[in-house]
């Protein structure tokens, strides 16, 4: 039960730094997916984990794999100087206290390295 959670956790904390890095809403990510937004909302929070169907929607649909979803890979892709390591990018948003002009920089460029590794 524990490690479920774990797991339901970590994929919520990746979901939600993908829709951010993307520029999306929860309703925009629900559409393009054709779920409901509060389906979304669910895994954001870590209140649901998604089914094996939309589990492969949101990986086709941000272009990661299902193992970096589910916390077994940790790059977004295969970049050898590690720029793109989106753990590294959570935590170090996390430490830092970032007002809202600078977290909106910071997922501007994250987007940038998102879409050019697609």
């Known amino acids: 039960m ?3 959670l774990k797991h339901r956790l970590l994929f919520s904390k990746r979901l939600s730094y993908l829709i951010k890095c993307n520029g999306l809403s929860n ?3 629900a559409r393009a ?4 937004p509060g389906l979304i909302t669910k895994y954001t929070s870590a209140k ?7 589990f492969i ?13 589910r916390g077994k890979h940790y ?8 720029r793109n390591n989106m753990d ?11 007002n809202q002009v600078e977290e909106k920089k910071v997922f501007e460029y994250l987007r ?3 879409n050019n590794s697609k």
């Open 112 to 114: 940038l390295l998102i």
């Open 88 to 98: 590294y990018w959570m935590e170090l948003i996390e430490m830092i206290r970032l």
């Open 75 to 82: 790059h977004i892709s295969d970049d050898p100087i590690k």
């Open 33 to 36: 997916i054709k779920v409901s």
């Open 2 to 4: 524990e490690s479920q």
């Open 57 to 69: 929607q949101l990986a086709d649909f941000f272009c990661v794999s299902m193992d970096f979803l």
């Open 27 to 29: 309703a925009e990510l």
């Open 48 to 54: 649901a984990s998604p089914s094996y169907e939309n």
